[in-house]
C-alpha cells in the first residue's frame, strides 16, 4: 500500500462524516441550502439572528440537528464499544450485546412501559437495566475459575441474555395489545425520533465518560488484543485492566440505547470496517469507529426519513445492512483477523 492510499484511508472516516451530517441536515420536508444550514450553525448558538425564515431556521435547528447530534453521539457510542469488545474478545464477531447489555435494557424499559411509567424513568429503567445485566454476567464470570476467562464471559452473557429474553417475553404476554405492547414493540426496534435536547443532555456525560478510559487506555488495549497470558508476560494486569474495559464499553452501550431503544448490528459491522480502513492499532481504530458509527447510523437515520411515506425503524434497517455483511464475514472470517 502507498503512503497516499493510506492517507487517504485515514482521511476518509472524517470525510463521509462530514458529508453525511450536512447531507442529514439538508435534507427534509423544508428544502435547505449550505448556505442556509451554516448561517443556522454560526448564529443560533450565540443567540444572533439568522435572517432565515421561521420554518427553515425551526427546521434546521429544532428538529435536525438535535436528530443528527443524536445519531452522532449513539453510533459513535455503540462502534466504540463494539471495536472494544472485538479487541477484548479477539473476534470480530462479536458487538455490544455480547454481555447481554441489549437485553438488560430491553427488559428495563419493557418494565417501565407495562407499568406506565414517565419516559424520563423509562430510560433510567433501559439504562441500569443495561449495566445491571454486564454485572450480573461479570459476576458469574468471576465466579467459575478457569483458563480461558473470556469464553467463560461470552457464555455467561447467552445465558444471562436467553433468561432475560424469557422475561421480555412474559412481560410482552401481559401487556395491553393496543397501548403497551405497540410502545414496547417500537422501542425494540430503535428510532431517533422522539430523542430531544434534553435526553442528549443526559446521556452525554455517560458517553464520554465510558469513552475516557478507552482514549487513555489505548495503547494498552493493543496488548490486551495480543491474549491473557501474553499481555500478562508483557505487564499488563488484565484482572484489573479487563473490567475496566469492558465496564467502560458497557456504560457506553447502556447510555446510547437507553434513549434511542436497542439499534442492532453498528457495534458489529463498523469496527470491522474501520479495522479494514485503518488497520488494528486500536489508537487509530478508536478515532475511525467513533466517525464511522456516527456516520453510519445518521445515514441510516437519512434514509428511514426519506425512504418511504412513515419513517423506518433504524433496527429494520441496520438489519437489512448487517445481516448480508455479517454472512460476508463468516464467509471470510478463516483467513484469520489481527
Not at 445481516?323 to 472470517?333: E, G, I, K, N
Request: charged share 10%.
Amino acid at each position: 500500500m502507498t503512503l497516499q492510499a493510506a492517507a487517504c484511508r485515514r482521511v476518509a472516516p472524517g470525510l463521509a462524516l462530514a458529508a453525511v451530517v450536512m447531507l442529514a441536515l439538508l435534507s427534509g420536508k423544508f428544502a435547505a441550502t449550505p448556505g442556509e444550514v451554516l448561517t443556522v450553525l454560526a448564529t443560533k448558538p450565540f443567540g444572533l439572528p439568522s435572517g432565515l425564515d421561521a420554518a427553515t431556521e425551526t427546521a434546521i435547528w429544532q428538529v435536525r440537528l438535535p436528530r443528527v447530534l443524536a445519531g452522532l453521539a449513539v453510533g459513535a457510542a455503540l462502534a466504540a464499544a463494539g471495536a472494544t469488545y472485538q479487541g477484548l474478545f479477539r473476534n470480530p464477531l462479536v458487538s455490544p450485546d455480547i454481555l447481554g447489555v441489549s437485553a438488560g435494557a430491553n427488559l428495563g424499559a419493557a418494565l417501565g412501559v407495562f407499568l406506565s411509567l414517565d419516559v424520563l424513568v423509562i430510560q433510567t429503567l433501559a439504562f441500569l437495566g443495561g449495566l445491571g445485566a454486564v454485572s450480573a454476567v461479570y459476576a458469574v464470570g468471576a465466579a467459575i475459575r478457569t483458563r480461558d476467562p473470556v469464553l467463560v464471559l461470552v457464555l455467561a452473557g447467552v445465558a444471562v441474555g436467553a433468561l432475560l429474553g424469557a422475561a421480555l417475553s412474559l412481560i410482552k404476554i401481559l401487556a395491553d395489545p393496543y397501548n403497551q405492547l405497540p410502545a414496547i414493540t417500537y422501542w425494540l426496534l430503535g428510532s431517533l425520533a422522539s430523542v430531544t435536547r434534553g435526553d442528549l443532555a443526559a446521556v452525554l456525560p455517560a458517553i464520554l465518560i465510558g469513552l475516557a478510559p478507552l482514549v487513555l487506555l489505548r495503547w494498552r488495549m493493543n496488548l490486551m488484543t495480543l491474549g491473557e497470558e501474553e499481555a500478562r508476560a508483557l505487564g499488563v494486569e488484565t484482572r484489573i485492566l479487563r473490567p475496566l474495559l469492558i465496564a467502560s464499553a458497557t456504560l457506553m452501550t447502556a447510555a446510547a440505547v437507553s434513549i434511542t431503544g436497542v439499534i442492532g448490528w453498528v457495534g458489529l459491522i463498523v469496527p470491522h470496517v474501520a479495522r479494514m480502513l485503518v488497520g488494528p492499532d486500536f489508537s487509530r481504530l478508536l478515532p475511525a469507529s467513533l466517525m464511522l458509527g456516527g456516520g453510519f447510523l445518521v445515514g441510516v437515520d437519512l434514509v428511514a426519513r426519506q425512504a418511504a411515506a412513515i419513517e423506518v425503524p433504524l433496527g429494520v434497517l441496520t438489519a437489512a445492512i448487517g445481516a448480508p455483511f455479517f454472512l460476508w464475514l463468516l464467509a471470510t472470517a478463516r483467513r484469520g483477523w489481527s
